[in-house]
């Protein structure tokens, strides 16, 4: 059977259109018609129910996807395996989605020195939401994804990637820098936070309440929508925030922000990574995790 009539006829199924299946496969839709039309002939079976507004599988279609599915895994497994056994420079293209919080931090570092250490690779990250990261590594989109939740998706398998720790950042020469304080001084202290559905603002909220206090029992100024947005408050004095490490790390160097503890509090979140159910994983994929695992530990 003809793995680019199946690759075609998946690539509808996964994206409902035609278009969208063309420009993910690099091709016209004419073409991706024609494919689905020979394979259906082929197998003298409609796989396909194009009378809705989308794309719709029948019966015949749905059995036929569980299979070319699997059939596509092992084709890509087969031709990496065979990848991997060739010698020398290590080139290619690294495509990978990062949610903000990484995606703004620890991964723009990782990758430039790991595109530095292998100047052949071409390195491509896009930065977004964890939801649509997520689904574009399912659609296969994105080979690989870094994320600060674990949302359940079959088309994906998540993994321990590294541990993220989480500061209460405050402006140079607070009375909270490099002090522990209990958390009746900090419902005193004016709070920025994170919009609702921030990695960090979750943490956070999991963290007060086994200690007993909700967010609202806080002194909540501010509630901005990147980590980006956080830090710059806190420079400015407008507050204090919870925030990622690595977000700040260069702050703390200039001495531009501080760091304080909470009584009660060790907030930290495991960021995982995002791979593709079933998709064998390429020589510079497998490279980059490897290298970046040495980096964060």
Request: charged share 25%.
């Amino acid at each position: 059977m003809d793995t680019r009539q199946l690759a075609a006829f998946c690539a509808v199924v996964e994206r409902r259109s035609f278009s969208q299946a063309a420009e993910q496969l690099g091709v016209t839709q004419p073409a991706v018609s024609l494919q689905i039309r020979s394979l259906e002939k082929r197998l003298g079976l409609q796989l396909l129910d194009r009378s809705g507004r989308r794309v719709e599988l029948t019966d015949a279609g749905r059995r036929l996807y569980r299979s070319a599915h699997k059939l596509l895994a092992m084709e890509e497994q087969l031709l990496s395996e065979l990848g991997e056994e060739a010698e020398g420079e290590l080139v290619g293209r690294l495509e990978l989605g990062a949610s903000t919080g990484p995606g703004g931090t620890v991964m723009p570092v990782v990758l430039a020195e790991f595109q530095q250490l292998h100047p052949g690779v071409h390195v491509a990250l896009s930065v977004s939401d964890t939801q649509r990261i997520v689904e574009q590594v399912a659609r296969r989109e994105l080979e690989l994804g870094v994320v600060g939740a674990a949302r359940r998706h079959r088309g994906v398998v998540f993994e321990p990637f590294f541990r993220d720790e989480v500061v209460l950042a405050v402006p140079a020469g607070h009375r909270f820098a490099d002090r522990t304080v209990t958390l009746d001084e900090l419902k005193l202290e004016p709070l920025v936070l994170m919009q609702e559905g921030a990695g960090v603002r979750q943490v956070i909220d999991d963290e007060l309440r086994e200690a007993g206090v909700r967010l609202r029992d806080l002194d909540v100024r501010l509630e901005l929508g990147l980590q980006e947005s956080a830090r710059s408050a806190v420079i400015g004095g407008y507050g204090v925030t919870f925030i990622s490490r690595s977000a700040i790390e260069g702050d703390l160097a200039a001495g531009t922000v501080a760091v304080g503890r909470v009584e009660g509090l060790e907030p930290s979140r495991e960021i995982s990574l995002v791979r593709s159910a079933g998709r064998a994983e390429t020589r510079v994929a497998q490279a980059f995790v490897e290298f970046a695992r040495s980096r964060l530990t």
